[in-house]
């Protein structure tokens, strides 16, 4: 419990006591900091032996009148949380598989007092530029994490490692882990030998042809893929 105090007593030295004061008969910064540790601690994955695999996008639901109190300082305790976030996960041994990111959100189910914490693991992802950027004539993409990826002629090799054309910092994802192909009208995807494999629309393949909807998952990331047409 001490790392939690030194936590809240650092907050309340930052804002001179502010936000204490704000909160006092609200929800607790100490409070929400314990429930992220505690989503983080039950909600890991095996890797290895030595390492786990954490959640690192959460969302912190509140009631309206908590969220009101909270806005004027919910940069600096996102700030704070994630540290203290990054502090937790390193003595656990545990991976991120990309940035933290903490969001606070109103719940109208929720009373004054009372929040809820929800977390899923989010990988890093980044294209080449002159390879993945969304050209005019391009007609297939692949989306994951919230970007578009455009497959071109040579197609498009999804990894963990630098030589990939679209890189995902998901420990789960091998250096080069799969490659998408456009030929003619046919969309399909191949596994390059990684060590966990691959699914499609929930079945474990090695490759498979794919429509516009289908899902791609290779380690803890899944990837949609689109069809349209060239313009």
């Known amino acids: ?54 959640p690192n996008d959460f969302h912190v639901e509140l009631s309206t009148s908590d969220l009101e109190r909270l806005a004027p300082y919910d940069s600096t305790l996102a700030r704070e949380l994630t540290e203290q976030l990054r502090e937790h996960a390193e003595a656990q041994a545990y991976v991120f598989p990309g940035p933290v990111s903490i969001a606070f959100e109103e719940s109208e189910d929720l009373t004054t007092g009372r929040f809820r914490v929800t977390s899923r693991a989010r990988a890093g992802v980044q294209g080449r530029p002159e390879d993945t950027q969304v050209r005019r004539a391009a007609r297939a993409f692949v989306e994951v994490n919230g970007s578009r990826h455009s497959i071109g002629p040579g197609g498009l090799v999804v990894g963990r490692g630098t030589d990939a054309d679209l890189r995902i910092s998901d420990p789960g994802v091998s250096r080069r882990h799969v490659r998408f192909t456009l030929n003619g009208s046919v969309l399909s995807v191949r596994d390059l030998g990684s060590t966990n494999g691959m699914t499609v629309d929930g079945q474990r393949v090695q490759q498979a042809d794919l429509r516009t909807g289908s899902t791609v998952r290779i380690g803890n990331t899944s990837m949609s893929v689109r069809l349209e047409e060239a313009r």
């Open 1 to 54: 419990m001490g790392g939690l105090q030194n936590f809240e007593r650092k907050l309340e030295n930052m804002i001179s006591g502010v936000f204490a004061r704000a909160f006092r008969s609200a929800v607790q910064p100490v409070e929400i900091s314990a429930a992220l540790q505690r989503e983080v601690d039950n909600n890991t994955q095996i890797l290895s032996r030595d390492r786990r695999l954490a």
